[in-house]
């Protein structure tokens, strides 16, 4: 079965600093994977998907096929994006058609 | 923009009661899902749904039913509320042949 991995729970890191949140996966396939993201007070929201090779809020995230990771990366931290990160992954083939999600980790933008 | 929306934000029940979560959504997506989300082990598949009254188990659906009598309505059910089933409870929707999920806000349930 396909898992999710995300190793930190918190991580703290102060304005302007880069920041990584890790997500590791282990399926066999080729997966789907997306960061979802929940602000406090505000409900899950997509963040962004590999497929699409987009940044958002000057986010990135690499599908790296051989770590089977894909990592959400920021050069430089800003206190709004203090929220909860979820990594998410979903089979391509067969008819599933549902999401895994990984543990979160809550990210801290200290001033 | 797409609209999920829950029956309640915050429920408290007694251990025994049988206990009803509703959720609503505008887009005529076809697929809908119910998650508990808890700390250190994010969001769990209870149950989701891919058509009106089809239905699958997620990863843990003891303890729960579903109902999709309308395509607009996913409803969770708790048969026999327990003390281990205090939870965020978050509905989803998504469309076929698109990859995002729209959440609703949560209900926070409180079994005593």
């Not at chain 1, 890790?22 to 960061?35: A, H, Q």
């Not at chain 1, 770590?67 to 990594?87: N, R």
């Not at chain 2, 990863?59 to 969770?76: A, N, Q, T």
């Amino acid at each position: 079965a396909q898992r999710v991995t995300q190793p930190e729970k918190l991580l703290s890191v102060f304005k302007g600093a880069p920041v990584e949140l890790k997500c590791n996966y282990s399926y066999s396939g080729s997966p789907e994977l997306f960061w979802y993201v929940q602000y406090s007070r505000q409900r899950l929201q997509l963040l962004l998907r590999h497929i699409s090779r987009e940044s958002i809020k000057g986010f990135t995230a690499d599908l790296n096929k051989g770590e089977t990771s894909f990592h959400l990366k920021k050069p430089f931290a800003q206190e709004e994006d203090s929220a909860m990160y979820y990594c998410a992954l979903r089979l391509i083939s067969g008819s599933a058609r549902q999401l895994t999600f990984g543990s979160g980790t809550q990210l801290t933008v200290l001033p | 923009d797409v609209k999920v929306t829950q029956s309640s934000r915050y429920l408290v029940k007694r251990t025994g009661e049988k206990v009803f979560l509703e959720c609503v959504q505008d887009m005529d997506h076809e697929n809908m899902f119910w998650y508990r989300q808890d700390p250190g082990l994010g969001l769990r598949l209870i149950y989701f749904s891919y058509d009106v009254k089809m239905k699958e188990k997620g990863d843990i659906p003891e303890g729960y039913s579903v109902s999709r009598e309308k395509k607009e309505r996913f409803s969770l059910i708790l048969e026999s509320a327990s003390t281990n089933q205090t939870s965020m409870y978050l509905c989803a929707s998504r469309g076929s042949g698109t990859d995002t999920q729209y959440f609703g806000p949560g209900t926070r349930l409180t079994v005593l």
